[in-house]
């Protein structure tokens, strides 16, 4: 399998903060899933792949190095950035006239009737949308020049449930329609990620925690319920972490049917994305 | 993708359509009230070329910047869209100027007769030109300080080192005065009026490539 993006020991450092050595790739036909606390090194990852920060370590989209082929690789790339678009004293109309002249293979048509899908207002200051408005903007804009690759930066962040199942959907349909594409979707809003994603990175604190395929994670990954006896009988290598709960021990597992045969406990949880992440962050080991 | 960089700052710019008109009409009121026409082409071409300059404020409030990076460009290309920018906001403002001028002249001369305003179109062009000049010093002096500091505290280090510009201009000249060169005034004044427009346009060329080139050296190091 082919990867659109292949990251190798991405690292920077800021006053207070430093991103070291992220590697994972982003395979053709996949959407993966980049998570981690508020903070941890999900943007500056992103920043680092589309050359926004400069970083140390290798950035090789579609094949190529990001920075020698810059411009080249940037007219197959669709963005949404959280925090930023382009000025709110703009409408929709302006966004197109302008993105006309920026992607070689900006699609007018397909822009509008994204515009109509998502019943956006073409001559309105884009100051006067609602979060949600705001958003599906971006994204119709990230969309609308058929790219290879998208990169999606806390694009449900804020938004309520019906407007994220409505991206979510549109990222789905976006992915079947052509194999070659692939989608980096960085959140904090992990339950999101369980039923699109095909791959999870997870960062903290600047380190790279894990790349797991999405399957195995909720399929291998288990909690176990025990009590203090139970716990002490469990070796250090078949575990995780740990939370001592009031009543009981809680242990993160990677191997859940080990644990079953080995310890022939029988309680263990399959947990959820965010169960994980929080296990890692808040965990004891 | 210079192109849609411009549309982008046209289009922010638009929302000073109505703006321009009122300082366009004001303009022409004061050259009426006043017949000062030398300072028509000045003033509007000060305000055209400062305008230009808000299109770095729109951007640090939507925080542009980084979106721009990630659309099909570099960093190169950014700097140079916004010298293309400032250098076409005068040229424009200077041709506003000049024709503003010339038709406010020339209403007021055909409403009244009895006291005609003669334009010296020699001298409207060398005001002209030197307002352009004076523009293209500060919008040399305030893109790299905007690019370093940002469009709201840029605007104050840009007052700063026009500041200290004039304090070493006078300086140079208090130690020329000093030095008790003698200068043949009648040479001086001949050789401005031959080569005074030329050496300007050729001092405005070179000060634009000095400020870009330090405009893209702090920009191509600078992290959004």
């Known amino acids: 399998m082919e990867n659109n993006i292949e990251l190798k020991n991405v690292s920077k450092s800021y006053k207070g903060f430093t991103l070291k050595n992220i590697s994972f790739n982003v395979p053709q036909g996949s959407i993966v899933g980049l998570i981690g606390e508020n903070g941890a090194g999900k943007t500056t990852t992103i920043k680092s792949i589309l050359n926004i920060t400069n970083a140390e370590g290798s950035v090789t989209i579609f094949g190529k190095d990001s920075k020698k082929a810059e411009k080249e690789i940037k007219n197959d790339i669709g963005v949404v950035l959280d925090d930023s678009f382009l000025s709110d004293y703009l409408t929709a109309k302006h966004v197109n006239s302008i993105m006309k002249d920026v992607y070689k293979t900006w699609n007018e048509g397909k822009y509008i009737n994204l515009l109509k899908q998502f019943d956006l207002p073409k001559d309105k200051l884009i100051k006067d949308f609602s979060s949600g408005m705001k958003m599906k903007l971006k994204i119709a804009t990230a969309i609308a020049h058929n790219p290879k690759l998208l990169i999606l930066d806390e694009p449900t962040s804020g938004l309520d449930p019906v407007v994220r199942n409505e991206i979510l959907d549109m990222l789905r349909k ?78 993160l597992t990677s191997n859940k049917d080990t644990i079953r045969r080995k310890y022939n406990i029988t309680t263990i949880d399959k947990p959820s994305i965010e169960d994980i992440m929080l296990f890692y962050i808040k965990g004891e080991r | ?145 905007i690019y370093k500091w940002g469009a709201e505290k840029g605007r104050i280090q840009m007052f700063v080192l026009l500041f200290a510009l004039i304090v070493i201009g006078a300086g140079i000249g208090f130690l020329i005065a000093q030095a008790n060169f003698s200068i043949d005034m009648e040479v001086l004044i001949e050789f401005i009026n031959k080569f005074g427009l030329i050496l300007l346009v050729a001092l405005m060329i070179v000060m634009y490539y000095v400020s870009y080139k330090i405009s893209y050296k702090i920009y191509k190091n600078k992290e959004e």
């Open chain 1, 174 to 251: 976006y992915i079947e329609e052509d194999e070659t594409r692939s989608i980096l979707l960085s959140t904090h809003i992990t339950s999101d990620l369980e039923h699109i994603s095909d791959y999870i990175v997870f960062i903290e604190k600047g380190k790279m925690v894990f790349d797991l395929p999405t399957n195995e994670l909720l399929e291998n990954y288990g909690i176990i319920k025990c009590s203090k006896e139970d716990f002490s009988r469990l070796d250090e290598k078949d575990y995780i972490k740990y939370k001592k709960e009031k009543y009981q021990y809680e242990v």
């Open chain 2, 1 to 145: 993708m210079i192109k849609g960089l411009l549309k982008k700052d046209l289009y922010n710019l638009s929302s000073y359509k109505a703006s321009i008109i009122i300082i366009v009409l004001f303009c022409g009121i004061a050259i009426v009230g006043t017949e000062a026409i030398n300072w028509g082409p000045i003033i509007i071409c000060t305000i055209v070329g400062m305008i230009a300059l808000s299109t770095f404020n729109y951007d640090e409030i939507a925080k542009s910047n980084k979106y721009i990076l990630a659309l099909p460009t570099n960093r190169k290309e950014i700097v140079k869209e916004k010298y293309i920018l400032a250098i076409g906001a005068v040229i424009l403002g200077g041709i506003l100027g000049i024709l503003l001028t010339i038709i406010v002249a020339n209403a007021i001369n055909y409403f009244r007769p009895e006291n005609m305003i003669n334009i010296n179109y020699e001298s409207l062009l060398t005001t002209t030109i030197g307002g352009m000049w004076g523009v293209s010093l500060i919008q040399a002096i305030q893109i790299p300080s």
